[in-house]
């Protein structure tokens, strides 16, 4: 099943080098025009990390139209998140999304949602990879904020 993504997850994985657990877990990654020009934004090793996932399961798809339900929704969200939201109310799909607001509104929009923690825990689950707290760390140390909270919960939801 495929997914639609919000900027932020798919940087703090290719951060810690760990973007091909979209495609693993989902198969394609959809993606809109506007989080597609924030990512290009990123250099380095991120930024051949996005490129490679751009080149292959992440894929770029612009909007029809954003819905006035949609609109009125996500006012007071920043564009990238908007139209994440757009693309997966537009394509009936699940959102991967972390930022608290934009979870909101997904949620009262009535579109699935996770967030890159989650992710994460179904990949270890999965046995996609050895240690979610490695993962974790790593990211925290690449400055993406994660709260003592939910890092413990995370622990604890994959038994590690």
């Not at 951060?15 to 990512?39: A, C, M, S, W």
């Not at 109310?89 to 999304?97: A, H, Q």
């Amino acid at each position: 099943m495929s997914i639609v993504s919000n900027t932020g997850p798919l940087i703090a994985l290719a951060k810690v080098d760990h973007l091909d657990l979209l495609n693993k877990l989902f198969g394609q990654v959809y993606i809109p025009t506007v989080v597609h020009r924030e990512l290009l934004s990123k250099f380095g090793l991120e930024g051949v990390r996005l490129e490679r996932a751009l080149n292959s399961f992440v894929i770029i798809r612009p909007l029809a139209e954003i819905q006035p339900d949609v609109r009125v929704m996500t006012r007071y969200l920043d564009i990238g998140e908007r139209d994440a939201i757009a693309l997966a109310s537009e394509l009936n799909l699940p959102l991967v999304i972390d930022d608290r607001l934009g979870r909101l509104a997904a949620q009262r929009l009535n579109i699935p949602i996770t967030g890159v923690v989650s992710v994460l825990i179904r990949a270890k689950l999965e046995n996609l990879i050895p240690s979610l707290r490695e993962i974790l760390e790593q990211m925290r140390d690449k400055r993406y904020w994660l709260s003592d909270g939910l890092i413990a919960q995370a622990l604890q939801l994959s038994g590690e």
